[in-house]
């Protein structure tokens, strides 16, 4: 691996099955590079994909859970061609099927806590670049090309001002996906937080003084990370990122019992809100104080003029209708935006909530197949969190922030859909993919999970 990864203090880059050492040396290095240059990073992650279907085939085929994706695969090629655009409908699938094989491969090839914890160290060296391009695009004006020791290099993507208009997007392309990609770095980077004060204040061989373990440069980086990309996610302006981020933080705090911190966090959000929706003549002083920025946001007064057709109840209603004229096959993926467009004039592709686009799209039976599985899985990590074995509770806490991210991509989900976009699509699938290897684990390592739970 390149070195400045060995940066990482404590982190054992061997895999613990030889057999597989190569393709968790691919993963690693892909994921590294994916948010910066997908077209790039992707190769590697595919590579590892190969290697670890060639090197655990049997491993991969055993597990129940890979066999239920499959037949679902299979039903929702068969349900596609009922649509009303075959065509569109199985190449929009890309954006599901070809992800379960991912997560069968990754589920195997992670099977370690200090691997998740390398993970999330690789994700946040990864996010820096990505941050800092989003503030040359929103204050300097990036866009385009970007000089680089007199060489242009081509960004794609990239929109001086942002996109939309003052909405920082940086290299996602649009300030909706750029959000939720900073809200899973805002809570790996928390999580990370946690877990490295968590480790140095029960390291009692060190026996280090509390000042010098809020002097450590982990942590000292890690605070300096979360201020530049809780900054740069208030600039997305995006309200779904914001709830995340705040819950994250609440979550957070609970969990260590951090009480002050809750506090303070939750007396901070009472103004914000009652500054948005408390009946006058309360909710006036507080805009005196809160920056106009964040309740006109809350409140959707900043666009005032906004049409109908945009908001995201007239997209539900419409939506309730396709769902109830094709209850069991639906319309095909990729379906919403043409109908939508011909019903209202106006072009959404997609109606703003995973579960609604796939009711839609694919059906009833398929969309509650699917959550179920999807479900089973979290709640089975869920599980593996509130009873985690004893050789394992040093590291909890990372266990934990997988769960709150990917619980974090699903609630923002519920309210933007970014399963279009490559990179956040692969992250979803790679948090998943990671709860379940752990669980894995459990399972055939210390007999943890008793046999009515296995995936």
């Not at 991509?409 to 993919?433: C, E, G, Q, S």
């Amino acid at each position: 691996m390149p070195n400045f990864l060995s940066l990482i203090p404590g982190a054992n880059w061997q895999h613990p099955k030889p057999q597989l050492q190569s393709a968790w040396s691919f993963a690693r290095i892909g994921f590294l590079i994916f948010p910066i240059l997908p077209a790039l990073g992707v190769l590697p992650i595919f590579i590892a994909l190969v290697l670890t279907w060639v090197k655990a085939r049997r491993e991969i085929l055993r597990h129940r859970v890979n066999w239920l994706l499959a037949i679902w695969s299979v039903w929702a090629i068969g349900v596609s061609l009922f649509g009303v655009s075959p065509g569109d409908a199985l190449l929009g699938l890309a954006n599901l099927v070809p992800f379960f094989g991912f997560f069968a491969a990754y589920s195997v090839l992670i099977q370690t806590l200090e691997q998740l914890r390398q993970l999330a160290w690789i994700f946040l060296l990864s996010a820096i670049p990505v941050i800092l391009i989003g503030y040359g695009e929103l204050w300097l004006g990036w866009g385009g090309e970007l000089s680089v020791m007199g060489s242009p290099i081509q960004i794609f993507g990239l929109h001086p001002g942002g996109n939309p208009l003052g909405r920082m997007s940086s290299l996602f392309g649009y300030a909706t996906g750029f959000a939720e990609y900073l809200q899973m770095v805002f809570i790996f980077g928390l999580g990370l937080w946690v877990d490295t004060w968590e480790r140095r204040c029960n390291d009692v061989s060190a026996k280090l003084p509390p000042v010098a373990v809020w002097k450590s440069p982990k942590l000292i980086y890690l605070s300096s990370l979360l201020l530049l990309g809780g900054g740069a996610l208030i600039l997305t302006s995006s309200r779904s990122a914001w709830g995340g981020a705040i819950v994250s933080m609440l979550v957070f705090a609970a969990y260590q019992s951090w009480y002050g911190i809750l506090g303070l966090v939750t007396a901070l959000m009472a103004v914000i809100f009652s500054s948005a929706y408390a009946p006058s003549p309360l909710k006036e002083p507080l805009r005196a104080i809160v920056p106009r920025y964040f309740w006109a946001r809350i409140t959707d007064e900043m666009y005032p003029n906004r049409p109908d057709a945009l908001t995201r109840v007239a997209q539900f209603k419409f939506a309730g209708k396709l769902i109830q004229e094709r209850p069991l096959t639906g319309w095909g993926m990729q379906s919403f935006g043409n109908l939508y467009q011909a019903y209202s004039q106006i072009w959404v592709p997609q109606p703003h909530n995973v579960v609604v686009m796939l009711s839609a799209s694919l059906g009833l039976p398929a969309t509650i197949c699917l959550v179920g599985i999807v479900g089973w899985i979290v709640t089975c990590g869920t599980r593996l969190f509130l009873d985690f074995p004893i050789e394992w509770r040093h590291s909890r806490t990372i266990f934990f922030t997988y769960l709150m991210a990917f619980g974090g991509f699903i609630a923002f989900n519920m309210t933007d859909v970014t399963l279009p976009d490559l990179r956040l699509n692969t992250l979803a699938w790679l948090l998943l993919a990671s709860i379940c290897g752990l669980f894995y684990q459990s399972q055939f390592s210390s007999g943890f999970a008793p046999r009515e739970h296995r995936l």
